[in-house]
């Protein structure tokens, strides 16, 4: 079986693939298994402080498109939501720079994925966005990075419309550091940042972030906790369970359709 997330070592680099590029790298119970056995690596690496750089990308078209539609269908999202928050928790606790270089869609859990990182850069292609609450999903296990990673004011726009950002958006009001004009320019600038990250002292850069974390609440892991809560608290209700099966319906009679 193919692995759906992969992490490779250039010491003192690690990259983490998202690698289910079909399903546009989806946050399946597979992706979920291989995306949390690569952070055990990428944390043994840090543990040995070989490794001070995590760059995090995605495979094929797009960086992660959200959660499985089809395992929340079988009563999958609380679990997902659980395990989205306590990834996205690993992330900004890691004793790494987290890096993201984002092509295509980081929808949903995805741009959660994007908001616990420490430095992002976005493609022409770039979307951000959460467009979950047609499938009665509220977002709020992302604002405890969200928020402090933008603004309030931003980071409650973008949960609460379900509008998309493009990579330029996404600089505007902080969620990205940088856009670039096409694919090759995305790769080579994080590239470069992370060969500039890898040359600086690794302490350095750890103290740093954890004042960095301290300073904008993150440090602190009971508002993790309260932000899980509050998705989690409407994750078995009624209204998802019929909303889900209606969307679950529509995409099954358009497959039928092109059959």
Request: charge should be negative.
């Amino acid at each position: 079986m193919t692995n759906k997330a992969m992490v490779q070592f250039d010491t003192p680099i690690m990259t983490v693939v998202l690698n289910d590029p079909d399903r546009r790298n989806a946050l399946s119970h597979q992706v979920f298994d291989d995306f949390e056995q690569c952070l055990d690596e990428v944390e043994t690496a840090i543990d040995s402080e070989s490794c001070h750089v995590l760059r995090i990308r995605g495979e094929g078209p797009a960086f992660c498109a959200g959660f499985d539609l089809e395992a929340m269908a079988h009563g999958a999202l609380p679990s997902f939501l659980e395990r989205l928050g306590a990834i996205c928790r690993r992330l900004r606790h890691l004793e790494a720079v987290v890096v993201a270089e984002v092509h295509g869609p980081a929808l949903a859990g995805g741009c959660a994925l994007v908001s616990a990182c420490d430095i992002v850069h976005a493609g022409p292609d770039a979307a951000f966005g959460y467009p979950v609450h047609r499938l009665g999903i509220s977002p709020a296990v992302s604002l405890a990075t969200l928020v402090p990673g933008t603004s309030p004011g931003a980071a409650r726009a973008l949960t609460l419309s379900g509008a998309f950002l493009d990579a330029d958006a996404a600089v505007r009001i902080g969620l990205a550091a940088a856009a670039h004009p096409d694919r090759a320019a995305l790769e080579d600038a994080v590239t470069t940042l992370c060969d500039r990250l890898a040359a600086m002292d690794a302490a350095t850069l750890r103290a740093t972030k954890r004042f960095q974390n301290e300073l904008d609440g993150t440090a602190d892991g009971d508002v993790f906790v309260a932000s899980l809560a509050a998705s989690l608290a409407i994750a078995s209700s009624d209204e998802f369970r019929t909303r889900i099966e209606r969307v679950i319906a529509k995409k099954r009679a358009k497959e039928t359709d092109r059959d």
